[in-house]
């Protein structure tokens, strides 16, 4: 993070405004809204700004910066078109550990002025350092036509509430899920609809009733481990959590998404190594749910797609715990993609079919007489281990050996590899590569197609060849 972002307070509060401009008149407009006390220093102005001047009770100064200007003030803008006077505006501000922004001049500024998206009371400000504000406002237009008007008026409301809900409701994990209910839920369309009264009259009731929030899961999909494949409701519940159960196939990226104040639950597990056993994972959803808490339990890939999440989602509904499915990309779809691998093609393959790789004992239990059709992509998941097994098991039912065989290592994160052979090879090239877990395998034509149409680099952002 470049900067740490910050509302500053400015309500009476001298500024100093340096320029007397179009660019002047912007910063000055921003400043007015925030009820600043807001000097100019300049030998001439915009009228529209000695206008604003007028209305608001600033003041102007007609003559150039002069050192000394900035004693007593509390934030300084620099805003002309001589270089010279910019620079000793900063350094004055410096020298008096003032707050200074020299307009489209980063290297001078301790503070930029973000796009902002106002919604008061609630504002959204977008910045980039200064690196970019075309960008800053492109992204600030996207997020004007996703939060209504109304918003300022749930934002003026749910602040109207708080002491109401606070003076309620004692438990403070039971009190933010009751906010965030009143925040995301139908009392929140009432509000955004402008039927503040029946909102008012509805949170009264609830408050009357004295129902502690229940407890809720949501097992989500958190996907192959690149956090641009989330979906944006895995998101949006993401940041609900309380208590976050992630285990080790979710990407660091991921866990920076959720609340700052969530806990994190490591209940990862590897090959021969349960850190937390499947019975204790589901054991802690159903009892932290019963705490009242909000329970995210974040698995890598799709929760339904060797995953046990239908093992938990059994347990949650004998224990009468309300519960929500967020599916994710599989880890299939993703490598495949990124592999430049089609699962299916018109001339290659007309079917695929998803195969656990973990062995048991020492073997994979499999009808591998059902996998000999060469117009079928074979997908195996947590198959490195079983690697040996599978070529061989393959090609002793009828597979033709030369049968080609790409292994996905990391598929979407930056350490991506992909390593191609055949049925026949591919033992050797592995044991001359040395991949690490977590890997996927693809058996079929299709894998031909890599080469022809190139792959997906998560480094680049662009397909390779």
Wanted: a neutral charge; one cysteine or more; aromatic letters at 6%.
């Amino acid at each position: 993070m470049h900067a740490l972002p910050v509302f500053l307070r400015l309500e009476s509060r001298p500024v100093l405004l340096v320029g007397g401009g179009t660019v002047a008149l912007r910063k000055a407009r921003f400043l007015c809204r925030a009820r600043a006390r807001v000097t100019v220093v300049a030998p001439a102005i915009d009228p529209a700004l000695a206008t604003l001047l007028e209305q608001h009770g600033g003041e102007w100064l007609r003559r150039r910066y002069r050192r000394g200007d900035l004693a007593g003030r509390d934030l300084v803008i620099a805003a002309t078109a001589d270089e010279t006077v910019n620079a000793a505006v900063a350094d004055e501000a410096a020298a008096r550990r003032l707050p200074v922004n020299v307009v489209d001049t980063p290297a001078l500024c301790s503070f930029t002025f973000p796009a902002i998206v106002d919604r008061d009371p609630l504002l959204v400000a977008i910045g980039t350092g200064g690196a970019s504000p075309v960008l800053a406002r492109a992204v600030r237009r996207r997020l004007e036509t996703q939060l209504p008007a109304g918003f300022g008026r749930l934002a003026r409301f749910l602040g109207d509430c708080r002491d109401r809900v606070r003076a309620a409701v004692s438990d403070e994990s039971a009190r933010r899920r009751l906010l965030e209910q009143l925040a995301e839920g139908p009392i929140a369309e009432q509000v955004l609809a402008g039927d503040e009264a029946g909102a008012a009259a509805a949170v009264d009731a609830l408050l009357a009733r004295g129902e502690a929030p229940r407890g809720e899961v949501f097992l989500i999909g958190a996907g192959p481990g690149d956090p641009d494949l989330l979906t944006f409701r895995a998101l949006r519940l993401l940041q609900r959590g309380d208590v976050i159960l992630y285990d080790r196939l979710v990407g660091k990226g991921i866990l920076e998404l959720a609340r700052r104040d969530a806990e994190l639950l490591y209940v990862g597990k590897r090959r021969a190594e349960h850190t937390v056993p499947q019975d204790e994972i589901n054991r802690t959803l159903v009892e932290l749910a019963r705490q009242g808490k909000c329970v995210v339990r974040l698995k890598g890939g799709d929760p339904f797609v060797f995953g046990r999440g239908g093992e938990e989602m059994d347990e949650l509904a004998r224990a009468g715990i309300p519960f929500q499915i967020v599916p994710g990309i599989t880890a299939a779809n993703a490598a495949a993609c990124y592999a430049g691998i089609p699962l299916t093609h018109r001339d290659y393959a007309q079917s695929v079919r998803f195969v656990t790789g973990h062995t048991k004992d020492g073997e994979l239990r499999h009808r591998w007489e059902e996998f000999q059709s060469p117009t079928e992509t074979l997908v195996f998941y947590m198959g490195l281990v079983g690697l040996p097994i599978i070529c061989e098991q393959l090609v002793a039912h009828g597979r033709d050996p030369a049968t080609p065989v790409a292994l996905v290592e990391k598929a979407t994160s930056p350490e991506q590899r992909v390593i191609t052979g055949t049925l026949g090879t591919m033992m050797s090239v592995v044991e001359a590569e040395k991949p690490e877990p977590p890997t996927l395998i693809i058996v079929g034509d299709v894998v031909r197609l890599a080469a022809e149409l190139g792959w997906y680099s998560p480094v680049e952002g662009r397909v390779v060849r």
